[in-house]
């Protein structure tokens, strides 16, 4: 079976490994970066010292010179300390002494100034630090300002001592690499250990998918959550609840269907039972006609017992259907009241009920109901069809729509004259396939199931009490039974 991850698909793996390597690449040439940094710090320190030793040393002998010395200008360095300057191999060393007013009175005049910000004198041998251009070449310069002995002082000296960075530069590079180049095998082996170190940590979920796919289709018991990452534990406990709900759903189905096969064998076996019988009579010659129309009727009405069994299955089917009743228009609850009450009317006749309806006509309604056309009728038709089977003769069936002033709710009733239901089976009477003991009627036991479950889609209310107290009842009327369904509703616009 192929794994691997669809098109669109994220990989919970690939994320994790990404959001750990894409801080540590994006960390990694800031951490050149600063170590860069720190290595001209540290490459600056010793070099800076040296530069300066040899600052102060040249200003202590500007500070006591005296008076020519055999034609020489008195602030100019020895031979054998120019020579000194001039014997590193790597570098070029330059000084400079400067007097009061800034003329040049020994050195390199190529030595710049120091910037006119720090052209006034500083605090007298204190020595400062800077970076600078000689003929295109980066220095490091090294000055101090120092007070000439002697009453003929004219004013404070400036010495400078420069000198390039090729010794500086090449520690540096030294110790980058010493740095930088052992992260080129660290990285790598980071990145390694992060890769094991999550296909380990994913371990887990790999085997809970090897536990889940290996599990057979019928298996709905709960995932043993002994085994699993706390992090994961939500999770699994949804799918267990998920798997819970599912059973239990499955559970229903299936018992749904073994009464519906149940109550379907009955006008089944009594279609095959009387045309077998109507067979019979016909092979042994004793074929006539009463006993002939008295099997036929008896056919057709296991027939439409069948039939309607089958109406009301599918209509279960349909109100079940959450798709089915999400699609959902404004209802006019009087019309649809009134047409199905119109359409019980021959019904109702036959058996000597009278059927009524009560409330606001089409017109004169206000208010709305959001909701499935044809499921709310299949709710009415299934009350008034269900008031019709337990009402006797020459009792009543009244469909009542009173609508709320304030514009909040729509309430359907639809109450009967009939033996009513005992406060014990007032909810049992919604499962499918119930039906009170005691009654004899002939139905199918899944209207008001289907009321409920449309009721339920609908986000309504239903209850049912009894029409008037059993201490009331005489001879002729029941308690009776009142079905109140509570729609939301909205005003007309």
Avoid at 84 to 90: F, M
Avoid at 452 to 481: F, K, N, W, Y
């Amino acid at each position: 079976m192929d794994n691997a991850p669809e098109k669109g698909q994220r990989s919970l793996f690939g994320e994790i490994l990404d959001w750990m390597l894409a801080p540590l690449l994006l960390i990694w040439p800031i951490s050149v970066a600063l170590t860069w940094l720190v290595a001209q710090g540290i490459a600056n320190k010793p070099y800076d010292r040296e530069l300066g030793e040899m600052a102060r040393t040249l200003g202590q002998q500007a500070a006591a010179a005296e008076g020519p010395r055999g034609g020489r200008s008195r602030y100019a360095l020895a031979p054998e300390a120019a020579a000194l300057l001039r014997a590193d191999e790597t570098d070029t060393v330059f000084y400079q002494v400067q007097g009061p007013k800034g003329e040049l009175l020994s050195g390199d005049s190529t030595l710049p100034s120091p910037p006119l910000a720090e052209d006034e004198a500083g605090s007298p041998w204190e020595l400062r630090y800077r970076d600078d251009e000689i003929g295109g070449d980066r220095v490091r310069i090294a000055y101090l300002w120092v007070t000439p002995e002697g009453k003929d002082a004219g004013g404070p000296l400036l010495v400078q001592i420069a000198e390039t960075l090729g010794k500086r530069s090449r520690l540096t590079n030294e110790i980058i690499k010493g740095v930088i180049l052992p992260q080129f095998v660290i990285l790598p082996l980071a990145v390694l250990l992060v890769w094991l170190a999550l296909a380990r940590g994913i371990a887990p979920l790999n085997e809970l998918q090897r536990r889940i796919r290996s599990r057979d289709s019928s298996d709905l018991s709960p995932i043993d959550e002994r085994r699993i990452p706390d992090e994961v534990a939500p999770l699994v406990r949804a799918i267990n609840d998920l798997l819970g709900r599912l059973d239990q759903s499955i559970g229903a189905q299936k018992h749904f269907l073994a009464d519906a096969a149940h109550q379907l064998k009955t006008p089944l076996a009594g279609l095959r039972t009387q045309a077998e019988f109507a067979q019979r009579e016909i092979d042994e010659g004793r074929s006539e006609p009463a006993e002939l129309k008295r099997s036929l009727q008896q056919i057709a009405l296991s027939s439409q017992r069948a039939a309607h069994m089958v109406n009301q299955l599918l209509a279960m089917a349909r109100a079940e259907d959450k798709e089915h009743a999400a699609r959902r228009t404004e209802v006019n609850l009087p019309d649809i009241a009134t047409e199905t009450v119109r359409d019980f009317v021959p019904r109702a006749f036959d058996k000597r009920i009278d059927l009524g309806y009560e409330g606001p006509s089409t017109e004169a309604s206000a208010l709305r109901v959001l909701g499935h056309p044809l499921l709310i009728r299949e709710l009415i038709r299934n009350l008034v069809d269900n008031a019709l089977l337990y009402t006797p003769p020459h009792g009543t069936v009244t469909v009542r729509i009173v609508e709320d002033p304030f514009g909040q709710v729509s309430v359907l009733q639809v109450e009967d004259s009939g033996p009513g239901v005992a406060e014990a089976e007032r909810e049992k009477v919604f499962q499918p396939f119930y039906r009170a003991l005691g009654t004899n009627v002939d139905g199918s036991g899944l209207g008001l199931a289907i009321v409920r479950e449309i009721a339920q889609q609908h986000e309504a209310e239903i209850t049912l009490d009894e029409t008037r107290p059993r201490r009331a009842v005489d001879e002729s009327h029941g308690p009776g039974a009142r079905f109140t369904v509570r729609f939301h509703a909205h005003p007309l616009t």
